[in-house]
């Protein structure tokens, strides 16, 4: 039981980990001021921002089910059809965004889809192996799978915005993370 519960805690948190991963995006310089006025790449950085809070919000509250939850195929299954539902919100976010009004506009859209399309097939992966979980059995062997997605997701969201920051040469994207409101709820307190 103590090899469950160990279990049951590293997925909790894993997936609080993964809801703080997005922190990579906007800053922490809370001089940054924002503007009435804001550019078409501050829009589009800000509604980034707000789907990945919306994202990591539902990851969050994924995590303290699981751990309330208790180890079990309902439990799991519950888990897991809400980072179904979290990931399907997040990519159909991600698909209304469009592209920035920037020089590597394009390539930044083109990473964002991406990154869905990494997202559908993640979410397919921790749906097969729950489904195929019977019995505690079943449910121990489903944890590594679903934890291992659920950290490639992470590492996934991280090197997205890693090669957004690569692709911002002007410094374009960093100004207007810089800009959003939404974006400043991704970094945590005191970073």
Not at 78 to 94: F, R, Y
Not at 119 to 146: F, M, N, R
């Amino acid at each position: 039981m103590a090899l469950v519960k160990r279990r049951l805690t590293l997925l909790a948190a894993l997936v609080s980990a993964i809801a703080l991963v997005a922190s990579g995006c906007g800053s922490s310089d809370e001089s940054s001021s924002s503007s009435s006025d804001t550019s078409p790449t501050a829009e589009w950085a800000n509604s980034l921002c707000t789907v990945l809070v919306t994202w990591t919000s539902a990851m969050s509250s994924i995590g303290g089910s699981l751990t309330s939850s208790g180890l079990s195929k309902e439990g799991l299954t519950s888990a897991a059809d809400d980072v179904k539902s979290a990931n399907e919100d997040l990519v159909a976010g991600l698909s209304g965004l469009g592209k920035p009004d920037t020089e590597a506009g394009q390539e930044a859209k083109n990473s964002l889809d991406q990154l869905s399309e990494d997202l559908k097939t993640d979410t397919q992966k921790i749906q097969d192996a729950v489904d195929g979980a019977t019995g505690l059995s079943g449910v121990l062997s489903a944890v590594p799978v679903v934890t291992a997605t659920l950290t490639t997701m992470g590492s996934q969201l991280s090197s997205t915005f890693q090669g957004l920051e690569q692709l911002d040469a002007k410094g374009e994207l960093k100004d207007a993370f810089e800009q959003s409101s939404a974006c400043k709820d991704l970094v945590p307190p005191g970073s």
